[in-house]
């Protein structure tokens, strides 16, 4: 084999290495979910959790398929500024939770409501922990990214 052929190979060798690596590590995202599986998977779960009768169940899916189908048009409106997203969005569940106000008995809301809180709370509590996470490797940036330009999430 001549010294020039030697490169060559070495360079098509490195070159198919990368592709078959490249298709090794392809990767597709998972389907997005249309409101109606979505609101019916929620349903479901409030069912079991919250012992929902055959009435509430309809009732709260058509609910939860109804905001969820707003929820997911907020979304889709991209052009609109996040913080008119945002106040759209809790406009929209704060409807959703008067309906759950007038269809759940008393103690069913309690307990859907004190979920809520919960979940905010974690959600809450993972932000914070990723904040701090950013800040620890970034310590010389004020906001935590390593350019500067943007706050840390």
Same mark, same amino acid.
């Given at each position: @084999?001549? &010294?020039?052929?030697i490169p060559?190979?070495?360079?098509a060798?490195?070159?198919? #290495?990368s592709?078959?690596a490249?298709q090794?590590? +392809?990767?597709t995202? /998972?389907p =997005? %979910?249309? !409101?109606?599986?979505?609101?019916? &998977?929620? +349903?479901s779960?409030?069912?079991?959790?919250?012992?929902? +009768?055959?009435?509430?169940?309809?009732? *709260?899916? $058509?609910a939860?398929?109804l905001? #969820?189908?707003?929820i997911?048009?907020?979304e889709?409106a991209?052009?609109?500024g996040? $913080?008119?997203? @945002?106040?759209k969005l809790? $406009? *929209?569940l704060s409807?959703?939770?008067a309906?759950y106000r007038? *269809?759940?008995? !008393?103690?069913?809301?309690? =307990? %859907?409501?004190?979920?809520?809180?919960r979940?905010?709370?974690k959600?809450? !509590?993972?932000r914070?922990? &990723?904040r701090d996470? *950013?800040?620890a490797? =970034? /310590?010389?940036?004020?906001?935590?990214? /390593?350019d500067?330009?943007? /706050? !840390?999430?």
């Amino acid at each position: @084999m001549s &010294r020039k052929a030697i490169p060559a190979l070495v360079f098509a060798l490195a070159f198919s #290495g990368s592709c078959v690596a490249l298709q090794a590590v +392809t990767y597709t995202q /998972p389907p =997005h %979910w249309s !409101a109606e599986k979505k609101a019916a &998977r929620l +349903t479901s779960r409030q069912s079991r959790i919250l012992h929902l +009768t055959p009435d509430q169940y309809q009732r *709260i899916l $058509t609910a939860n398929q109804l905001y #969820g189908n707003q929820i997911d048009n907020l979304e889709a409106a991209t052009r609109q500024g996040r $913080t008119s997203q @945002m106040e759209k969005l809790k $406009t *929209i569940l704060s409807q959703r939770d008067a309906s759950y106000r007038q *269809i759940l008995n !008393a103690d069913q809301y309690k =307990h %859907w409501n004190d979920m809520e809180i919960r979940q905010k709370e974690k959600l809450k !509590a993972y932000r914070s922990r &990723r904040r701090d996470r *950013i800040l620890a490797e =970034h /310590p010389d940036s004020p906001t935590g990214n /390593p350019d500067g330009n943007h /706050p !840390a999430p």
